[in-house]
């Protein structure tokens, strides 16, 4: 996917997730305990400006693994079949570490 995030947008890829099964054979999906998700940032915009026209920096780069909100994300798949989010980067939570579990 050729896509370059502007302003304060963000590109994700979440990780996936397993869904969990009630006894009785239900299928609950992970959001249905956690709005939020983890994913892996594939793109960054510039940033947004301040009032003197100066570009603000972004605190999350290529490569980071982060916890963003669900909601606001806006998901799309691309020909392949692979998910890909936008979202600002307020969104985001927090970075977390590599070796990090997030259930």
């Known amino acids: 996917m050729d896509l370059m995030p502007m302003g304060n947008l963000v590109l994700l890829v979440p990780e996936t997730k397993s869904e969990q099964q009630t006894e009785s054979g239900i299928v609950l999906p992970q959001?249905?305990?956690?709005?939020?998700?983890?994913g892996r940032v594939?793109?960054?915009g510039p940033g947004l400006r301040n009032a003197e026209y100066e570009?603000?920096?972004?605190?999350?780069?290529?490569g980071d693994r982060v916890?963003?909100?669900?909601?606001?994300?806006y998901e799309k798949k691309d020909e392949e079949g692979n998910t890909f989010c936008l979202c600002p980067e307020d969104d985001i939570l927090g970075k977390i570490s590599e070796d990090t579990v997030v259930e």
């Open 31 to 38: 959001t249905y305990h956690n709005p939020s998700l983890v």
């Open 42 to 44: 594939v793109a960054v």
């Open 55 to 62: 570009r603000l920096p972004m605190e999350v780069k290529v």
């Open 67 to 73: 916890i963003f909100l669900r909601y606001t994300a």
